[in-house]
C-alpha cells in the first residue's frame, strides 16, 4: 500500500508540472487490489479508449497477466518498478534494467578499465566464483582469492597482495553483506600515501546502503560501479522535494522518484511524437532515472539507460561512459 501510495504521488506530480508546460494530461487510477480477478474484471469493465499509454500494474505477476491481454495491444505498456525480465509484445516497455544486463554491462567496463600492467586481485565468494574466474583471464599475473567459510578473507593476505610500486586494481564479487563490510573495510584500512586501491564490482546490491558499511571506507577506495539510478543532489531535485512536501506533507520515497520520471518522461515522449519509441530520441534524463528504450530480444522495448558511478570521500560522482 505505502509503494503504491508514493507511486501515485509522483505520478500526481509528473501530471502537474507536464500541465504548468500546457501539456494538459487526464491520469485513471485503477486499484487492482493484489488480485488476478479483480484485474480481469477491470479489463473488461473499464472503458480503454482512448487511453494513450498504461504505466503498470506494479506487481510483475499482474503487469505479466495483464500486459499479455490482446486488447491492449495497440496501447504501450510500461513496467515501472520491476527488475524481472519480461516476455513482451511489441507494446512493452521494460523501464528498469534487468540485473542481469546491467551486469553484463559492468562486466564489459571492468574489463576495458583494467590495466593489465597495473596490479590486479579478484576477490570472490562461491557463488560468484564463475564470475570472478572471467576476470581472472585479464592478465596472467592476476591474484585470485575466494573467501573463507565463515564469510571473511584474511587480512594478511590481502596485505600482502597488495603492493606500493603499482595501481591496485581490486574487483569484488559477492552480495554478502558481512562479507562486503570484511573487504571494504580491509582495503580501506590499506589506502595510503604509497598504495592506491580501486575497487570495482559487477553488481551493486542494496548492502551498499547498509550502516555497517562505511561511505567513507567506499570513498577511500574510489568504489566504482553501474546503477540505474543516480540520486544526486540537484537544484531540480530540491525544487521537487520541496513541491512534494509542501503538497503532501512529507519528503518524497524512491518509489515517488521514480514515479516521477517514469510518467514525466511517458507524457513527454507522447506530446512530443505520440509514441514512446523513436529513434529520435535517444536517451532522457530525469531528477534519477535515465531512459533510452530499445528493441529486446524477447519482444518489446528494455531500458538501456545507466549510471556508470565512483564513490569519491563522501560523495558519489558519475563517470561519463
Same mark, same amino acid.
Given at each position: 500500500h505505502?509503494i503504491?501510495t508514493?507511486f501515485?504521488?509522483g505520478?500526481?506530480?509528473?501530471?502537474?508540472f507536464c500541465d504548468? &508546460?500546457?501539456?494538459?494530461? @487526464?491520469?485513471? $487510477?485503477i486499484?487492482?487490489?493484489? +488480485?488476478l480477478?479483480?484485474?480481469n474484471?477491470?479489463? /473488461?469493465?473499464?472503458?480503454?479508449?482512448g487511453?494513450?499509454?498504461i504505466?503498470?500494474?506494479l506487481i510483475?505477476?499482474?503487469?505479466?497477466?495483464?500486459s499479455?491481454n490482446?486488447?491492449?495491444?495497440?496501447i504501450p505498456?510500461?513496467?515501472?518498478?520491476s527488475?524481472?525480465?519480461?516476455d513482451?509484445?511489441k507494446?512493452?516497455?521494460?523501464?528498469?534494467?534487468?540485473?542481469?544486463?546491467?551486469?553484463?554491462?559492468?562486466m564489459?567496463?571492468?574489463?576495458?578499465?583494467?590495466?593489465?600492467t597495473?596490479n590486479?586481485?579478484?576477490?570472490?565468494d562461491s557463488?560468484?566464483?564463475?564470475i570472478?574466474m572471467?576476470?581472472?583471464?585479464?592478465?596472467?599475473?592476476s591474484?585470485?582469492v575466494?573467501s573463507?567459510?565463515?564469510g571473511f578473507?584474511?587480512p594478511?593476505?590481502?596485505?600482502?597482495? &597488495?603492493v606500493d610500486?603499482l @595501481?591496485?586494481? $581490486?574487483i569484488?564479487?559477492s552480495? +554478502?553483506?558481512g562479507?562486503?563490510?570484511?573487504?571494504? /573495510?580491509?582495503?580501506?584500512?590499506?589506502?595510503g600515501?604509497?598504495?592506491d586501491v580501486?575497487?570495482?564490482s559487477?553488481?551493486r546490491?542494496?548492502i551498499?546502503?547498509?550502516?555497517?558499511i562505511s561511505r567513507k571506507?567506499l570513498?577511500n577506495?574510489?568504489f566504482?560501479?553501474?546503477?540505474?539510478?543516480?540520486?544526486?543532489?540537484?537544484?531540480?531535485?530540491q525544487?521537487f522535494?520541496?513541491?512534494?512536501?509542501?503538497?503532501y506533507g512529507?519528503?518524497p520515497?524512491k518509489?515517488?522518484?521514480?514515479a516521477?520520471?517514469v510518467?514525466?518522461?511517458?507524457?513527454?515522449?507522447?506530446?512530443?511524437?505520440?509514441?514512446?519509441?523513436s529513434?529520435?530520441i535517444?536517451?532522457t534524463?530525469?531528477?534519477?532515472?535515465k531512459?533510452?528504450y530499445l528493441?529486446d530480444?524477447g519482444?518489446?522495448?528494455?531500458n538501456?539507460g545507466?549510471?556508470i558511478?565512483?564513490?569519491?570521500d563522501?560523495?558519489?560522482?558519475e563517470?561519463?561512459?
Open positions: 505505502t503504491s508514493d501515485y504521488f505520478m500526481e506530480m509528473a501530471k502537474e504548468s &508546460l500546457g501539456i494538459k494530461t @487526464k491520469i485513471k $487510477v486499484d487492482t487490489q493484489n +488480485d480477478s479483480v484485474i474484471e477491470k479489463i /473488461s469493465s473499464v472503458n480503454w479508449n487511453i494513450n499509454a504505466i503498470g500494474p510483475p505477476k499482474n503487469f505479466d497477466f495483464f499479455k490482446r486488447r491492449f495491444s495497440n505498456i510500461i513496467s515501472p518498478l527488475t524481472k525480465e519480461i513482451g509484445d507494446n512493452v516497455f521494460q523501464s528498469v534494467s534487468p540485473l542481469k544486463r546491467l551486469r553484463k554491462v559492468m564489459n567496463y571492468i574489463k576495458n578499465e583494467i590495466d593489465s597495473q590486479l586481485v579478484i576477490i570472490t557463488i560468484n566464483f564463475k570472478a572471467e576476470f581472472k583471464k585479464l592478465s596472467t599475473k591474484h585470485f575466494e573463507e567459510k565463515g578473507v584474511i594478511e593476505l590481502i596485505d600482502s597482495l &597488495l610500486s @595501481k591496485n586494481q $581490486v569484488f564479487e552480495q +554478502d553483506l562479507l562486503a563490510a570484511n573487504v571494504t /573495510s580491509l582495503l580501506n584500512s590499506q589506502v600515501k604509497e598504495r580501486q575497487l570495482f559487477s553488481l546490491t542494496a551498499y546502503d547498509n550502516v555497517n571506507h570513498g577506495i574510489k566504482t560501479y553501474l546503477n540505474d539510478n543516480f540520486p544526486r543532489e540537484t537544484n531540480e531535485r525544487k522535494k520541496d513541491r512534494f512536501l509542501n503538497k512529507d519528503y520515497s518509489e515517488s522518484y521514480r516521477y520520471d510518467t514525466l518522461d511517458v507524457i513527454l515522449r507522447l506530446a512530443y511524437q505520440n509514441k514512446i519509441f529513434d529520435k535517444e536517451e534524463n530525469y531528477i534519477e532515472n531512459f533510452k528493441p530480444d519482444g518489446g522495448y528494455s538501456f545507466f549510471y558511478l565512483q564513490n569519491r563522501y560523495e558519489i560522482i563517470i561519463k561512459k
